[in-house]
């Protein structure tokens, strides 16, 4: 058994996934990504039918990033022979006082040169008659958003590196990670590895990862959730008649047309406790899934219905809610990925990117918001974005 790898990439999830596909169009066979649980588990934060992608964000920066990001999707789609993003059309949508104003992301699209319109609460209901509003409230369309269909897009990614000849190995926990002349050695599963570059995808495992690098983040792990529902008039959630959509409020919730399920996900953003990885459980929350009906209730009452089920998954939150994706400090033949609770739309893009620093030394993406020396991650108890 090879134990030798130019690049070992560590947690297999939507970063991860991504990362041994793009290593693998590049070494091939020196690639091996390592999974501490099964592939295709739902222990930790981007396993699940569907995840919103969108151009609409609240920083001209994060436009352009997901400009880039369809990008990435579309080169997968094209090797893997198979479809991983369905284009609905996304409203955000909030009250005309809110405290995450709409003008954020308007700004932003109109900085970035995407197109969008400014619908009404009237024009809102007389396209997707669901939506319950008052006059209070606007939103935005923006047509290129939809679903990244994780759990296929996942498992293409880890396909198609097997196909350029990289190693995939599950149920393989890490036992200690110790960096030594200038290469890295790994035991998981009980083996010995080492590698050249060592890629860091651990989602809210992360800080254990880094600790052998003297390395602790202040990052926050939260046990979120989504529920499924029946509605009494399925058709009229289906992709092509309703879109993703965003409420941009506090709280703020979010939904997805029907697609993997019999009807459509809703869930609250940031409403969950405080976990850790080893800690969280997969008990529904009964308070944040009341908030996410009584939102239903208010303002898309025909979205609800019998449950299908609710599930949970884990946000690891950086303080400003930014990404991580840089070298460990220190220590260059380390790299590191942390999504910050919204980052599975840009999940191959960010594989590319951890593959072309891991390779080249050096990106085309910017990565400078994103360095692991910057300010608000040197501070153990420092303020955070909501």
Sequence with gaps: MKRDYEYIVLGLGGFGSAAVYWLSKRAGAD????????????????????????????TPSYVELAKHAYRAWTHLENDAGEQVILKTGGLDLAPRVSAIPLSDHSGSMEAAGVNYEVLDAAEIMRRWPPFQLGEDVHGLYQAESGIAMAARANAAHQRVAREHGATLRDRCPVDSIRPLNGEI???????????????????????RALAPFGVQL?????QEQVTY????RPRDFQPGR????????????????????????????????????????????????????????RYI?????????????????????????????????????????????????????LSELAVDGRTESDIEPFRIARPTLQLANGPTNQ
């Design 218 to 222: 202040p990052l926050t792990v939260t």
């Design 242 to 297: 309703f879109p993703i959509w965003i409420w941009l409020d506090q709280p703020c919730f979010y939904g997805v047309p029907t697609f993997g399920e019999q009807g459509p996900k809703v869930g609250q953003h940031h409403g969950g406790r405080v976990v850790t990885a080893d800690t969280r459980t997969f008990e529904p929350d009964q308070a944040a899934l009341g908030r996410v009906q009584q939102f239903l209730g």
């Design 301 to 353: 009452p025909s979205a609800l219905g019998p449950i299908i089920y609710t599930k949970s998954c884990l946000y690891t939150l950086t303080p400003d809610r930014d990404f991580v994706i840089d070298a460990v400090a220190g220590y260059p033949t380390a790299l590191v990925a942390i999504g910050g609770g919204h980052g599975y739309k840009f999940a191959s893009l960010i594989g590319r990117t």
């Design 229 to 232: 529902f029946v509605p009494p």
């Design 31 to 58: 690639v091996m990504g390592l999974e501490q649980f099964e592939l295709g588990h739902v222990r930790g934060e981007s396993q699940d039918h569907s995840r919103i992608i969108r151009l609409s964000y609240h």
């Design 185 to 207: 050695e790994i035991v998981a599963g009980g083996v010995e590895y080492r590698c050249r570059r060592l890629v860091i995808t651990a989602g809210s495992w992360s800080n």
